[in-house]
């Protein structure tokens, strides 16, 4: 969260990747398995009906990742915030 405070749009960028970094972390902890952060995600959303929205913000960090695509501080807010609501919903934050 605090990336999102500085006026940089590769610290906004980090926040949303770090956040997924951090979910996943989570989610292996938790013990759902899977290749990959979506299969886990995939697993833990049958359960946590609740996290299911982290879907969007984890294809806005495949796009961060893999495209060229600017991004705002809105959206980078935004998908902090789901992956955040998972955390807590996972009980894990």
Known sequence: EDMLSVDNETSWRLAVIEADKLLDYGLKELMFTGASFHDRLKLASAK??????????????????????????????????????????????
Request: charged share 35%.
């Open 48 to 93: 946590y009906r609740r996290i299911r929205p982290v879907f969007e913000a984890h294809r806005l960090r495949n796009r961060l990742v893999h495209e060229s695509v600017t991004l705002s501080r809105s959206e980078a807010r935004r998908a902090v915030s789901l992956y955040k609501s998972a955390l807590k919903e996972l009980g894990v934050l």
